[in-house]
């Protein structure tokens, strides 16, 4: 994987660029933290089957007429929840602290599967950092 080249929040000259820029980080942040818990309830209401009281045909089903998720992306959820996210659906189990994946990255770590993943990030071949 190649790793995109940024520029880094302190080499921002311009004061109030800098403050929008920690403020939309924080967003991203954000969005990676709620997407991982997205993913992992999917799956908790996959195992437990509760949908099916409410005449729902599936977990894919539920997710596409209630939370308006696409049955594609619901299927990604549900395999990256299972493969690659803990038990408590805070992180992936990649990594133990600091930065995490993405959804998107681990989207794109599917087809080689979760131990060739924790692999290639403990040798600091891939890291949250990357692009996808």
Do not use: W
């Not at 993405?102 to 949250?128: C, R, T, Y």
Request: with cysteine; hydrophobic share 30%; net charge negative.
């Amino acid at each position: 994987m190649e790793e995109l080249t940024t520029i880094k929040t302190n080499e921002l000259t311009n004061v109030e660029l800098k403050d929008y820029t920690k403020k939309l980080k924080k967003c991203g942040d954000n969005i990676r933290t709620n997407y991982i818990k997205i993913a992992h309830l999917l799956n908790e209401i996959d195992t437990t089957e509760c949908y099916l009281d409410d005449g729902f045909e599936d977990v894919h089903d539920y997710a596409s007429k209630v939370l308006n998720i696409q049955k594609t992306t619901s299927y990604n959820l549900l395999k990256i929840s299972k493969e690659f996210i803990n038990t408590e659906g805070t992180r992936t189990v990649l990594t133990d602290k600091g930065n995490d994946y993405g959804v998107s990255q681990l989207q794109a770590l599917l087809p080689i599967g979760v131990d060739k993943a924790k692999e290639l990030h403990d040798e600091g071949i891939i890291s949250p950092d990357m692009s996808v």
